[in-house]
């Protein structure tokens, strides 16, 4: 159970706000940022306002930008595309003209908040902080918050895994290491502490990842997980359905349930996967890039994420898909 005092507290996220957020935009304006799916992009050009306009990158990593039609923009920094369009544009615009670039949203780098802070949801950097800032910036824990038991939920090409984070010893000083590096997708889960009660109150689910309107849902006895992604507006265009993680409540501590999604509408209504108030379902992305890492052939890097999380990881593959027809 944390400890920290809201005192201290409040004072380490003051911190994080002047000095962690300082280097931060530092580095949003070094222009090495890579552009990935679902960034919001600005795109404009000089003497012609007619051309300007915000183009979102599609999941395939292209953009349209009328009047040059479809670009490849995943991994190119805004200044290149920004040249490449000024190219293309020769041909419609008989003259050589400035085209700036810039990203309004860092949807490729997107993280997700849960649980007992103020203000839960979707956060986008070029730049993804470490999780006392993440905290800073989400207004920081509620009372109930137990800062000690925090998880970072990741998908991975092995499905879900969940890494366990002390928060609180390291806002006390008592660790000495590094915070969790953190990856685009990754789930941060702040559990309330046991007999806390929790500010959302009871009978929520929480629906984040890829889909049009991540957040706390209302739920039923007997509601499934197919209801609750209706409610937050459906799954995006990037959603990877064979791989919905639904995080619960166990005797000890977070369960991880894998769901393959697409079967589950491939089989129609027979079977079914049903939630309980306080389950958070997570749809990740197919843009994974540690899943990405592995497939690229850095066996190492699974190898060491399985050996730490052995000591600490609860991470069970449950069934409760249960029969209509029984």
């Known amino acids: 159970m944390c400890r920290v005092s809201i005192t201290r507290c409040a ?14 935009a530092a ?9 990935g799916p679902g960034d919001m992009l600005r795109v404009s050009v000089w003497r012609h306002p007619e051309l300007d306009g915000t183009f979102v990158v599609r999941s395939n990593g292209t953009v349209t930008v009328p009047p040059v039609g479809e670009i490849m923009a995943q991994g190119l920094r805004p200044f290149d595309l920004a040249r490449e369009l000024m190219v293309r544009l020769r041909d419609f615009t008989r003259e050589t003209t400035q085209v700036t670039v810039s990203v309004e949203q860092f949807n490729s780098r997107a993280v997700f908040l849960t649980g007992q802070i103020m203000s839960p949801g979707r956060y986008s950097f070029e730049r993804i902080p470490d999780i006392l800032q993440l905290l800073s910036q989400a207004g920081g824990p509620l009372p109930s918050a137990d800062l000690s038991n925090v998880s970072i939920i990741r998908s991975t090409a092995r499905g879900p895994e969940v890494i366990p984070v002390n928060l609180a ?28 009660s929790a500010v959302a109150g009871p009978g929520l689910v929480y629906v984040l990842g890829e889909v049009n309107a991540p957040g706390a849902y209302p739920s039923s006895e007997g509601i499934d997980l197919l209801q609750a992604i209706a409610l937050a507006g459906g799954t995006t265009p990037a959603a990877r359905l064979k791989d919905v993680a639904v995080v619960m409540d166990g005797g000890g501590g977070q369960i991880v349930a894998s769901i393959d999604l697409e079967k589950i509408v491939h089989d129609g209504a027979a079977k079914t996967f049903y939630l309980a108030p306080g389950d958070r379902v997570v749809v990740p992305s197919r843009e994974t890039s540690l899943a990405a890492t592995i497939l690229g052939g850095a066996g190492s890097v699974l190898t060491a994420t399985r050996d730490v999380l052995q000591s600490y990881l609860l991470y069970l593959t449950v069934d409760r898909t249960l029969d209509e027809e029984n």
């Open 169 to 196: 010893a390291y806002m006390r000083g008592e660790r000495q290491e590094a915070l969790p590096d953190l990856q685009p997708g990754d789930t941060i889960e702040f559990p309330g502490m046991i007999g806390a």
């Open 27 to 35: 580095a949003q304006s070094s222009g090495e940022y890579k552009i």
């Open 11 to 24: 004072l380490v996220f003051a911190l994080c706000a002047l000095v962690g957020w300082s280097s931060i």
